[in-house]
C-alpha cells in the first residue's frame, strides 16, 4: 500500500529539495554545450571585448532573476511563469506563455544539446553510436518518473562532476603551452577601445545565461524556499560568471579567433588543443554530463509547468496524475520527452539543425522574460500588500532595464535569411498550434474571458 491510499488522500509532491540541489538545478541547467558553444564563438568574434559582454548579460540575467524570485515566492506553486500570468493577465496568454516560452523552447533545447553531444561522438568514434541522443532522453526519462530522489542525487553528482571538468579545461587553458590566440597584453587595449558592437556580442552571451529560472517549478518540492530559492538563484549567476569567464579567457589564449568563432565545437578544439591524447576522454567526460545535466534537469521541471497549468485547467486533468509510487507527474513526463524526440527524428541530420533550434528557442525565451517582468509590474499594482517574502531590490528599475535588454535582443536577433526562415517556419507552427489551442480551450472548455485574470488567492489554492 502507498500513502495516498493510508491516509485517503491523493498523491502529492514531494519536498525534498534543499539548498544544494536547487543550486545544482539553476546551474546544470544554464551550463549546456551550446552556452559554451555561444561562449567560445563570442569570444572568437570579439576579442576581449567579449567580456564586457559577459558582464552586460549578466546584468540583464539578474533583472530576470529579480522578477522570478519575487513572483515564486509570491505564489510558490509548481506551474511558475504560468500561475504568474494567470494572475496578472488571464488565461489565454498564460497557456501560450508556458507552451511557447517554456514548454517548446525546451523541446527545443534538449534536441540541440544531444545532436551536439553526437557530433562530438561522431569526430572521436565515427560511425558508431547513431541512436545515443534517444538513448540518453529515454535514459532520463525513466530516472524522472522514478522519483525526484533519484533525479536529485543523479543531478548532483552530474553537475559536480561537469564543474570539476570545465574548471580543469578553465585552468588548463590559464598555463596551456603553445598558445595560438591573442597575447594578454592586447586584451586592455581591445575593451578601452569596445565599441556598438559589444550589444550584438551580448546576445551571444546571453543565451548562455537563460535558463536559471528552471528552478522555480520545483518550489512546491523545495524545503524552505524563501530562504534557499534566492540563494540558489544569486549564487549560481556568481557561479556562471565565473565558469564561462574562465572558459572565455582560455579560448581566446589558446585558440586563433577564427577558428572559435566558425566552429560548431569549440569546446572540442580547445580541449584537444590543451591535452593532446587525453583530450578524447576530457571531452567526452564533459559533453556526457553537460548534456546529461540539460536533459535530466529540463526533463524534470517542464512536466511541473504542464502539472500546475492542469491545475488551474488550462490542460486536460491527466497532466497533473501523479504516480501513485512515485508522486512524479509521470504522464507529463512522457508526453514532454516524446515532444522533444520529434525534432531529432525528424530534422535531427540536417545541416545547420542546431543553429536553428537555439535560435529558436532563444526567441521564444525572450518573450517569456519580457512578459514575466510585465506580470511583476501589473500584480505590484493589483496587489500592492500582498505578502512578498522577496522584494525587487530598486523596483521598478530591474524590469524596465529587463524589458528593455530583452526587447533590443529579441529585435536584434537576427540570423541569416535561409536562417531566419527555418526559424519562423519552426516556431511560427508550434507558435500556432498554441494559439489556436489556447483560444478554444478558454473560450469553450472553460468558459472564460481570453484576457479575465484568476485572483491570486484561488491560483495559489489550485
Known sequence: MNAASITGKAPSLKKVLGFTSLFVVAVGNVTTQSSFVSILNGVGEGGATFFIAIFLAAVLTLCYVFTFLELSLMMPKAGGPGTFTTVAIGHFPAIILVLCGY??????????????????FDEIFPGTYAH????????????????????????????????????????????????????????????????????????????????????????????????????????????????????????????PSTELAGSEIPHWLLVKSLFGNAAKIIILIFVITACSSTANIIVATTPRLLYGMAHHKQLPAFFKQLHPRWNTPWLGILFFSCLSAIPLIVWGSEPGFILVMIISAATVW?????????????????????????????????????????????????????????????????????????????????????????????????
Open 132 to 255: 545515443i541522443d534517444l538513448m540518453i532522453l529515454a535514459l532520463f526519462t525513466l530516472l524522472n518518473v522514478l522519483g525526484i530522489n533519484i533525479f536529485s542525487s543523479t543531478q548532483n553528482l552530474i553537475v559536480f562532476v561537469m564543474i570539476i571538468t570545465v574548471l580543469v579545461i578553465g585552468f588548463a587553458g590559464l598555463g596551456g603551452s603553445s598558445p595560438q590566440g591573442i597575447d594578454p597584453a592586447a586584451y586592455w587595449h581591445q575593451i578601452v577601445n569596445t565599441d556598438g558592437s559589444v550589444f550584438s556580442l551580448m546576445l551571444l552571451a546571453l543565451w548562455s545565461f537563460a535558463g536559471l529560472e528552471f528552478v522555480c517549478p520545483l518550489i512546491e518540492e523545495s524545503k524552505n524556499p524563501e530562504k534557499n530559492l534566492p540563494k540558489a538563484l544569486l549564487y549560481g549567476l556568481v557561479a556562471l560568471i565565473i565558469i564561462y569567464g574562465l572558459m572565455a579567457f582560455a579560448g581566446l589564449r589558446q585558440l
Open 366 to 462: 525572450l518573450i517569456a522574460y519580457i512578459i514575466s517582468h510585465i506580470n511583476l509590474i501589473i500584480l505590484r499594482k493589483r496587489y500592492p500588500l500582498f505578502k512578498r517574502p522577496f522584494k525587487t531590490p530598486l523596483y521598478p528599475l530591474p524590469q524596465l532595464v529587463g524589458i528593455i535588454g530583452m526587447s533590443y535582443a529579441l529585435w536584434n536577433n537576427s540570423p541569416s535569411a535561409e536562417t531566419a526562415s527555418k526559424v519562423y517556419i519552426t516556431s511560427g507552427i508550434f507558435a500556432g498550434v498554441a494559439f489556436v489551442y489556447a483560444f478554444f480551450w478558454v473560450k469553450f472548455k472553460m468558459k472564460r474571458g481570453l484576457f479575465e485574470a484568476e485572483p491570486i488567492e484561488q491560483a495559489i489554492l489550485d
Open 103 to 120: 514548454v517548446i523552447s525546451a523541446a527545443f533545447t534538449i534536441p540541440s544539446e544531444l545532436i551536439l553531444l553526437k557530433r562530438v
